[in-house]
Nanobody
Framework: VQLQASGGGSVQAGGSLRLSCAASGLTFSNYGMGWFRQAPGKEREFVAAITWYFGSQYYADPVKGRFTISRDNAKSTVFLQMNSLKPEDTAVYYC????????????????WGQGTLVTVSS
């Protein structure tokens, strides 16, 4: 199983980025997908998740109204559209997959991508 995250970069505050995570080696439609992030010197935290069956979306409070998670099962890819970015969004962003489940607790996920760095300058 491989999860390949991409789309990170450097933007100014107020800007936008779209992260992608392409999955291979698994039946993507059977997996809930999550995005997590880890800022320098901080613990990893939950950002957003999308369920495997209905595609329901869940967000951490700091990103609600600014970030949107979506999935394309035909392309085995999950996306994270990030708008109105703030300096505090600076972190390495990781995608993760959990078999027939999702949630905000990272340790319950089965597979992880390598991370993509997002840097937001003020």
């Amino acid at each position: 199983v491989q999860l390949q995250a991409s789309g990170g970069g450097s933007v100014q505050a107020g800007g936008s980025l779209r992260l992608s995570c392409a999955a291979s080696g698994l039946t993507f439609s059977n997996y809930g997908m999550g995005w997590f992030r880890q800022a320098p010197g901080k613990e990893r935290e939950f950002v957003a998740a999308i369920t495997w069956y209905f595609g329901s979306q869940y967000y951490a409070d700091p990103v609600k109204g600014r970030f949107t998670i979506s999935r394309d099962n035909a392309k085995s890819t999950v996306f994270l559209q990030m708008n109105s970015l703030k300096p505090e969004d600076t972190a390495v962003y990781y995608c993760a997959a959990r078999y027939k489940n999702s949630g905000s607790y990272g340790k319950t996920y089965d597979y992880w991508g390598q991370g993509t760095l997002v840097t937001v300058s003020s």
